[in-house]
């Protein structure tokens, strides 16, 4: 007899059920990632939804899709980003993550879409009219050392941090013009809530980074601000040790014009769909990936 195949159903942040379905996925596919306290802290809204096979209640394929307000090259852009996208062991090679993939990019109609990839799946995502892009890393040398009142460290598991880095997300400058994003706090404060992520620091009311020291190199992972300031006077602020150099987890246009290329990121492999970029190096803030 042959194997009927299942539709996929659309999960959104008012099914309760159903998003802990979710929840009980992720770990079988993804071991260290997990979307419990993500969901406790009510930053599922309407602009996540997933796309999910279910078998006796258990979500067993999933392709998950992200509204994205994204700016490329000083343009508003609403496109769609994919993540969470899987089957579980027992139930790979009988088309299931096909039918959740399908489902997600139907949601999407002709809207540009986006992923990030792992190495594993490569030759996977150009199945579905994917293309893959180089992602760019940016740095330049700079010495500093620590000095100044050290810039506050915020915790987003409370509820008013995490407003205030929505306000900031939705209504500030966007980190890049080249090919970034708006309105993405609900994707960094994921990265927080699996302690994945670097501290978020407050340079002043209306300047909040991420960023931490590792090896004498500060990374600079995201900079969520109304207003451009230069980031250089707080550079001693957000450190513990001293420091021969800058990394950026975005193209720094903006913040270190002098910033240059040095390498490719080989972390996440970016594809994309009805989305042409800016010609030059680009990098999607990684604060802004799912
Ligand atoms: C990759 C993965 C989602 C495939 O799930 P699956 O349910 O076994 O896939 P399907 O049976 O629906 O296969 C769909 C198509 O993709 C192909 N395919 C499956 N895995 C693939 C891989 N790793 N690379 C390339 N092609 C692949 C299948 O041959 C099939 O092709 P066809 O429809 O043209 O015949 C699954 O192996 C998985 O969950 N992997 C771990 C999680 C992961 O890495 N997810 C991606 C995160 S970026």
Redesign the pocket.
């Known amino acids: 007899m042959p194997m009927t195949i299942p539709a996929a159903v659309e999960i959104d942040h008012r099914d309760l059920a159903r998003q802990a379905a979710f929840c009980g996925y992720v770990p079988q596919?993804?071991r260290t990632v997990d979307f419990r306290r993500w969901c406790e802290w009510g930053e599922w809204n309407d602009d996540y939804r997933a796309f999910a096979v279910l078998d006796e209640g258990r979500v067993v394929?999933n392709a998950s899709v992200t509204r994205m307000r994204l700016r490329i090259e000083g343009r508003e852009v609403i496109g769609y980003q994919l993540g969470a996208?899987?089957?579980v062991p027992s139930?790979?090679?009988?088309?299931?993550?096909?039918?959740v993939m399908q489902a997600a990019l139907d949601s999407c109609g002709d809207a540009p879409v986006l992923?990030?990839?792992?190495k594993?799946?490569l030759?996977?995502y150009p199945?579905f009219g994917f293309t893959p892009q180089e992602q760019t890393l940016f740095g330049a040398s700079f010495q500093a050392e620590p000095g100044g009142e050290p810039a506050p460290v915020l915790d987003l598991a409370q509820a008013h941090v995490r407003a205030g880095l929505a306000s900031l997300s939705d209504e500030g400058l966007a980190v890049t013009e080249r090919f970034g994003a708006r309105g993405y706090s609900r994707i960094a404060s994921w990265y927080a809530a699996n302690a994945f992520s670097r501290p978020l620091r407050q340079l002043h009311a209306d300047a909040w980074v991420f960023a931490g020291v590792e090896d004498g190199t500060l990374y600079v992972d995201d900079i969520f601000a109304r207003e451009p300031f230069d980031l250089r006077p707080h550079i001693p602020r957000l450190i513990d040790q001293p420091i021969t150099a800058v990394h950026f987890g975005f193209t720094p246009e903006r913040w270190w014009p002098q910033a240059g290329v040095i390498g490719e990121d080989t972390e996440a492999w970016l594809f994309v769909r009805n989305l042409v970029l800016p010609p030059g190096p680009h990098r999607l803030p990684v604060m802004a990936r799912t």
Do not use: E, M, Q
């Open positions: 596919v993804f394929a996208v899987g089957c139930h790979r090679g009988r088309g299931l993550s096909r039918v992923l990030f990839a792992n594993n799946v030759d996977y199945r």
